[in-house]
């Protein structure tokens, strides 16, 4: 198993910049492939980035690609999040999530089984 909290959530300007982390425990962390969802109010939560377990396959929401970059520090136990040219519509509460060990990086959130509290994201226009 492996537990995750997220941090770096805040409150910036449009076009700002923004970067969350997101720490996982145990010593097994490089096993599995990690992603980031968020959910906006009064919508269904959606898949952000994902990247898989050696830091490869990684895939974007077509509303994030070339904004958000998704990558990992295995020795650290962490995975970032780092977004840039920020808009009010990525307003959101993001969560960290992983897969089963060993699993191939998917986007679905019904493939997560260990899911972060989720840290708040507000851009302002």
């Known amino acids: 198993q492996v537990q995750v909290v997220e941090s770096g959530g805040g409150l910036v300007q449009a076009g700002g910049s923004l970067r969350l982390s997101c720490a996982a425990s145990g010593r097994t962390f490089s096993r599995y492939p990690m992603g980031w969802f968020r959910q906006a109010p009064g919508k269904e939560r959606e898949f952000v980035a994902t990247?898989?377990?050696?830091?490869?396959?990684?895939y974007y929401a077509d509303s994030v690609k070339g904004r958000f970059t998704i990558s990992r520090d295995n020795t650290n136990n962490t995975v970032y999040l780092q977004m840039k040219s920020l808009k009010p519509e990525d307003t959101a509460v993001y969560y960290c999530?992983?897969?089963?060990?060993?699993?191939?990086?998917?986007?679905?959130?019904?493939?997560?089984?260990?899911w972060g509290q989720g840290t708040q994201v507000t851009v302002s226009s």
């Open positions: 999530a992983a897969q089963e060990a060993w699993k191939v990086a998917a986007t679905d959130p019904n493939e997560f089984h260990y």
């Open positions: 990247i898989g377990w050696s830091g490869g396959r990684i």
